[in-house]
């Protein structure tokens, strides 16, 4: 299956999008269903149970209220691998997705990323990535998606899978979008845009 689109999220800047999008709490708290997004040194061991019972009680806090510097010291690095867990619902069952995704391209303004991962008898390998450009309302920003599923949800079929990926899309580009507004509020009183832009 192929998804592709763009997204436009007006009056923010390049180097904005790019900082929120490698901040691994960002896609997390972005991203409708996540449990937890974690960093693991080795791809091949990981223990669901056990990243999800030492998930912290609170998140460190996200732009604006976070400095940029700190932001981009826990951004995504290539060659980096992330644990995730999706509870998401598809048709009449709520499985949970377990996936480890390797950063694959992270330079600005261009990333890409693969992965695969199991769920309820399922099991599905994806790659994935984005580019930034600037417009004249603010940023675009184009994706791309490509999964292979496998097992009990590939017998469901597009015409159930496919609302389901729109409709995650369009939540975590939307709450993307509210948290970048948030920066261009607090912009205008700390100059917070400026610092952003000198980092890049």
Same mark, same amino acid.
């Given at each position: 299956?192929?998804?592709?689109?763009?997204?436009?999220?007006?009056?923010?800047?390049?180097?904005?999008?790019?900082?929120?999008?490698? !901040?691994?709490?960002?896609?997390?708290?972005?991203?409708?269903?996540?449990?937890?997004?974690?960093?693991?040194?080795?791809? !091949?061991?990981?223990?669901?149970?056990?990243?999800?019972?030492?998930?912290?009680?609170?998140?460190?806090?996200?732009?604006?209220?976070?400095?940029? !510097?700190?932001?981009?010291?826990?951004?995504?690095?290539?060659?980096?691998?992330?644990?995730? %867990?999706?509870?998401?619902?598809?048709?009449?069952?709520?499985?949970?997705?377990?996936?480890?995704?390797?950063? !694959?391209?992270?330079?600005?303004?261009?990333?890409?990323?693969?992965?695969?991962?199991?769920?309820?008898?399922?099991?599905?390998?994806?790659?994935?990535?984005?580019?930034?450009?600037?417009?004249?309302?603010?940023?675009? +920003?184009?994706?791309?998606?490509?999964?292979?599923?496998?097992?009990?949800?590939?017998?469901?079929?597009?015409?159930? +899978?496919?609302?389901?990926?729109?409709?995650?899309?369009?939540?975590?580009?939307?709450?993307?979008?509210?948290? %970048?507004?948030?920066?261009?509020?607090?912009?205008?009183?700390?100059? %917070?845009?400026?610092? +952003?832009?000198?980092?890049?």
């Amino acid at each position: 299956m192929e998804f592709e689109g763009t997204f436009t999220i007006e009056e923010v800047s390049p180097e904005e999008v790019w900082l929120s999008l490698s !901040d691994p709490y960002m896609i997390k708290q972005s991203l409708p269903g996540c449990q937890f997004l974690t960093e693991v040194e080795d791809p !091949d061991d990981v223990d669901f149970e056990e990243l999800r019972e030492a998930e912290p009680d609170e998140d460190p806090p996200l732009l604006p209220e976070a400095d940029p !510097d700190e932001v981009a010291a826990r951004g995504f690095d290539e060659g980096s691998h992330y644990a995730a %867990l999706l509870e998401l619902k598809v048709g009449a069952v709520k499985p949970s997705f377990r996936t480890v995704v390797t950063i !694959d391209e992270w330079d600005h303004p261009v990333g890409s990323a693969s992965g695969e991962g199991d769920a309820s008898g399922s099991s599905f390998e994806m790659d994935s990535g984005m580019e930034l450009s600037e417009t004249d309302e603010g940023v675009a +920003i184009a994706w791309h998606a490509e999964a292979d599923v496998f097992g009990r949800i590939a017998q469901m079929g597009q015409r159930v +899978i496919n609302p389901v990926a729109d409709r995650v899309v369009s939540r975590f580009f939307s709450n993307i979008e509210d948290q %970048l507004t948030e920066v261009a509020e607090e912009d205008e009183s700390s100059g %917070l845009r400026d610092r +952003i832009k000198g980092m890049f």
